[in-house]
């Protein structure tokens, strides 16, 4: 079974629209981390937002929520007003507890967003 | 300014000639890592790296080595590259996780290998 999901290849949206990137896990573990990268056509990876597992609040970082869902096992982006810099390619990552001493990143397929002006 | 660097950021070559692509950090991070990014895979670890001379196998480490002599470095050695090679490359590096903390790992620009 994948660990990460992101069932959205490619998701066009409006310039100035919210958008919603979807990303399921599987883990066992009580304790893990969820990460969000973008990666523009230039391609690094850049950093977006972290949750962890036992965070009680969803995470926040300017234009940039995470819509934690735990029971669902569920962990989607959503960019706030977006902008045609935020066309890019947008990966979900997690960080399991019981990898501990190895910092691995276990990565989803990636969800390829385009914002049409 | 903090940052992992790679080098060369792109390598065209050829099958058997043995390649080594370059990872420094200077965030004095415990934890260094080598993924590859292949179309509709995602990222793969290769090899990572808890600290100094602390190296073990990812989840693809087949045709790769990798060495951890100074804190900084942490290259990627291809003995004898196959086509099959052919991919991106990313180094990250984190500081030591101590409990469950939120510290991303950060990752250098990528270095994209062509192997004929």
């Known amino acids: 079974a994948q660990k990460i999901t992101q069932t959205q290849p490619g998701m066009f949206v409006q310039e100035k629209e919210a958008v919603t990137l979807d990303c399921t896990y599987d883990?066992?573990?009580?304790?893990?981390?969820l990460f969000w990268y973008k990666q523009p056509s230039s391609g690094e990876m850049i950093f977006l937002i972290y949750?962890?597992?036992?965070?009680?609040q969803n995470a926040t970082e300017g234009r940039y929520s995470l819509n934690f869902q735990k029971a669902r096992k569920s962990a989607n982006l959503v960019i706030s007003a977006s902008q045609l810099g935020d066309s890019a390619m947008y990966f979900c990552?997690?960080?399991?507890?019981?990898?501990?001493?190895?910092?691995?990143?276990?990565f989803g397929t990636g969800t390829r967003l385009t914002i049409i002006p | 300014e903090a940052q992992v660097t790679q080098n060369p950021r792109y390598l065209i070559t050829v099958t058997g000639k043995k390649l080594t692509v370059t990872c420094s950090q200077n965030?004095?991070?415990?934890?260094m890592s080598w993924y590859r990014q292949d179309p509709g895979l995602g990222l793969r670890q290769i090899y990572y790296?808890?600290?100094?001379?602390?190296?073990d196998k990812g989840d693809v480490p087949e045709g790769y080595k990798v060495s951890r002599k100074e804190k900084r470095n942490f290259p990627l050695i291809l003995e004898s590259p196959s086509p099959n090679q052919t991919s991106l490359y990313f180094c990250?590096?984190?500081?030591?996780?101590?409990?469950?903390?939120?510290?991303?790992?950060?990752f250098g620009d990528g270095t994209r290998l062509s192997i004929l």
């Open positions: 990250a590096s984190s500081p030591d996780r101590t409990g469950y903390s939120n510290q991303p790992q950060h």
């Open positions: 883990t066992s573990d009580q304790s893990y981390g």
């Open positions: 949750q962890g597992s036992y965070d009680e």
């Open positions: 990552a997690m960080r399991e507890g019981a990898n501990f001493g190895n910092e691995k990143l276990t």
């Open positions: 965030m004095n991070h415990e934890y």
């Open positions: 790296s808890m600290n100094v001379e602390v190296t």
